[in-house]
């Protein structure tokens, strides 16, 4: 029988991982926002000294996910090892508590993204109809209330941790940028500039213009080193990558039921916190 490659046969070395002080992790719970966040960072940093990568090397190649164990590939682990680059840009979508403490050690800067629960779940859904590596999502009732109990069918749930998470530990660790989904659609160069501001950059403005120009939707839709196109277990039949990259697709989706029913869960979640979402902009 075929053994299959999984993250927790990787636990160990994850855990053991050796951050370097400029290392910069992208995290996000799935589908908030990863690529564009993690392609905004590359441009920023390679978009002039690698430009040959832009055409050649899909994105999750030049911002390896870290805790991934795909068949037929090396670890996130060995990947992030092997990384030619300085600094080296990190995906990952393990919850906080999870993340490995060598970040913390190195007072890493970490980007944090998060989008608003109900289109989280409804762009997860879709995805997962498309990877074919992840379990059958089922009908979307039934997927809606897997993602709202916070069951861990979901990979790295549930959702209210790990945006709470986060939040929580930008309390006390001052190098998280914590970002929102919705204001990066709602005024992308703001969002880019607060970013640039965090990362300490101040781009010229040539090359802030074809950062912004770059990461548009559309662009990124037709380019193929960032639409995941190049992956194979992905069934782009049932729907594609970049999908809509819109706020509030959720009211196409949620009945009025499922809406009160989320948006009751939430709260009980969500007490006693200052983090706020927009579902609509
Ligand atoms: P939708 O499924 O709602 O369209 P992740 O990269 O974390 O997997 O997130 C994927 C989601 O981000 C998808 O949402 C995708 O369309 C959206 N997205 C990716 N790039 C985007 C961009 N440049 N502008 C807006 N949304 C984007």
Redesign the pocket.
């Known amino acids: 029988m075929r053994k299959e490659k999984k993250t927790t046969d990787n636990w160990e070395n994850l855990q053991n991982f050796q951050a370097r002080p400029d290392d910069i992790v992208v995290s996000?719970f799935?589908?908030?926002?990863?690529?564009?966040v993690s392609y905004i960072l590359d441009l920023l940093y390679f978009g002039n000294t690698a430009p040959e990568c832009q055409t050649s090397l899909p994105i999750y190649f030049r911002v390896p996910f870290l805790e991934s164990a795909f068949p037929g590939l090396p670890s996130g682990v060995e990947q992030v090892n092997k990384l030619p680059t300085t600094p080296r840009l990190i995906k990952t979508h393990l919850p906080v508590q999870l993340l490995p403490k060598s970040f913390w050690e190195q007072n890493c800067r970490v980007v944090y993204v998060a989008r608003n629960a109900k289109?989280n779940a409804?762009?997860y859904f879709?995805?997962d109809r498309m990877n074919k590596a992840e379990p059958e999502p089922g009908d979307w009732n039934t997927f809606l209330q897997t993602f709202m109990d916070g069951k861990h069918i979901i990979l790295f749930g549930p959702w209210y941790d790990h945006v709470r998470g986060y939040w929580e530990k930008k309390q006390t660790y001052s190098n998280i940028h914590y970002m929102f989904?919705e204001d990066?659609?709602g005024d992308t160069v703001r969002e880019f500039e607060g970013l640039c501001s965090f990362l300490g950059l101040s781009p010229s403005v040539e090359d802030r213009e074809r950062v912004i120009q770059g990461?548009?939707?559309e662009q990124?839709k037709q380019n193929k080193m960032t639409n995941y196109t190049t992956v194979p277990g992905f069934d782009t039949k049932e729907t594609t990558?970049?999908?809509?990259?819109?706020v509030g697709?959720w009211k196409n989706h949620f009945t009025v039921a499922q809406n009160e029913k989320l948006e009751e869960r939430y709260k009980q979640k969500m007490k006693n916190i200052t983090l706020q979402f927009r579902t609509e902009i």
């Open positions: 996000t799935p589908k908030a926002g990863t690529t564009w289109d409804v762009s879709h995805f989904y990066m659609v990461v548009h939707f990124m990558f970049m999908r809509k990259g819109k697709d």
